[in-house]
């Protein structure tokens, strides 16, 4: 089992910037992709970004690239996503995401196997 918790949500004006974390503890030796997803209100849950455990390769969403930054910390148990130049779409609640196979799609939910319970982002206009 792999438990993840997000933090560092919050309500910023448009153009501004937040760090979300995620603390991933237990067999987070068994994980090979970490991941970023959002939930827009009345909206599905989308893909946001992601990392290759093993490569360390990163991947974004198209409206998120050259705003938002994946990285982890050298021990691996912890996620970040920097949001820079944030705007009134980016809001919903972040979710952060692990899967212990890189099989499946990077931008499906169904591929991952451990949820975090989310982190509110609020952008106002």
């Known amino acids: 089992q792999v438990q993840l918790v997000e933090s560092g949500g919050g309500l910023v004006q448009a153009g501004g910037s937040l760090r979300l974390s995620c603390a991933a503890s237990?067999?987070?030796?068994?994980?090979?992709?970490m991941a970023w997803f959002r939930r827009a209100p009345g909206k599905e849950r989308e893909f946001v970004s992601g990392?290759?455990?093993?490569?360390?390769?990163?991947y974004y969403a198209d409206i998120v690239k050259g705003r938002f930054a994946i990285s982890r910390d050298n021990a691996g148990n912890t996620l970040y996503l920097q949001m820079n130049s944030l705007e009134p779409d980016d809001t919903g609640v972040y979710y952060c995401?692990?899967?212990?196979?890189?099989?499946?799609?990077?931008?499906?939910?169904?591929?991952?196997?451990?949820w975090g319970r989310g982190t509110q982002v609020t952008v106002s206009s």
């Open positions: 990392i290759s455990e093993r490569s360390g390769r990163s």
């Open positions: 237990g067999r987070t030796a068994s994980t090979y992709r």
């Open positions: 995401a692990a899967a212990i196979s890189d099989s499946r799609s990077l931008l499906l939910p169904q591929s991952y196997n451990y």
